[in-house]
């Protein structure tokens, strides 16, 4: 009868090795399926987030104002309503508030009024009195029609300038009525300039000759007139020349920028004012 016989042999380093590098890679296996597991359960409620894919506009607003109330509380206030607009998820994209249409404005003519002070002009050995840098002292517009302008195809542009009254002008800025200038007081000449022709006339300038010292001053650079378009200044200066009777003179368009202009004759105005102090 054969005998068999079961021998166990005492275990070596290579077997020892072999085994523990089986067990480790299970062991790893299983904490990487857990930290899986964990992670999935851990993960924050979706509907709190904006989704990545939109299949439905209104449902992804619902989404993004969800999104703003939980990170920033920008879209409530405490003990107030939302600010935003109620949406529903059955709600269909033309429930919507519709965006504030541009609002259709009428065309607008009028006048615009304001102020010009040239640099003070210094008489010969006299100082200037309370000097005032040449500057835009008001501005006023008064519209007094809602009409459009007329402008025609082939028109031509027609700048015209009227005197329309002399005074002085106060400390304040204040135009007055006046038929002469005293001792210390500003003078002041109120001009109006207007396009009578039938095309849009600008940019341009106006220029001024007054009876001072220095005595020439040139405007910036005037926004365009349209046809039947007006605008009046009034333009203020000290130290009159002469005693007695001053020739102020001014011109419109002086370097001739406005092209095709029909009549240059009304480009120019003159007033005489009146010093009354020797």
Do not use: C
């Amino acid at each position: 009868m054969e005998k068999i016989r079961h021998v166990i042999y005492p275990p070596t380093a290579h077997f020892i090795t072999r085994h523990l590098s089986l067990a480790g890679f299970v062991s790893l296996v299983v904490v990487l399926l857990g930290g899986v597991y964990v992670g999935i359960r851990s993960f924050p409620q979706a509907d709190k987030y904006l989704a990545l894919t939109i299949t439905n506009v209104q449902k992804a607003t619902n989404k993004f104002i969800g999104a703003t109330e939980n990170l920033t509380g920008a879209a409530s206030r405490p003990g107030r309503e939302s600010d935003l607009p109620a949406v529903t998820d059955n709600a269909s994209p033309t429930d919507l508030p519709a965006p504030n249409a541009p609002e259709a404005l009428p065309a607008v003519n009028g006048t615009s009024t304001f102020l010009i002070t040239p640099p003070d002009a210094v008489a010969s050995g006299r100082p200037p009195a309370e000097p005032r840098p040449g500057q835009t002292r008001t501005r006023v517009y008064a519209a007094t029609s809602t009409a459009g302008p007329t402008i025609l195809p082939n028109g031509a542009p027609d700048l015209e300038i009227k005197i329309i009254e002399t005074g002085i002008i106060s400390n304040t800025g204040v135009f007055m009525r006046a038929t002469s200038t005293g001792r210390g007081e500003q003078t002041g000449v109120v001009f109006e300039v207007a396009n009578i022709g039938t095309a849009v006339a600008g940019p341009w300038r106006f220029a001024a000759e007054l009876p001072t010292t220095p005595g020439d001053f040139t405007s910036e650079i005037q926004e365009p007139l349209a046809p039947g378009e007006k605008i009046r200044y009034t333009i203020g200066f000290r130290l009159l020349r002469n005693q007695g009777p001053n020739t102020v003179r001014i011109i419109t368009d002086p370097s001739r920028a406005v092209r095709d202009e029909t009549n240059l004759g009304n480009n120019s105005a003159t007033v005489t004012v009146i010093r009354n102090y020797p």
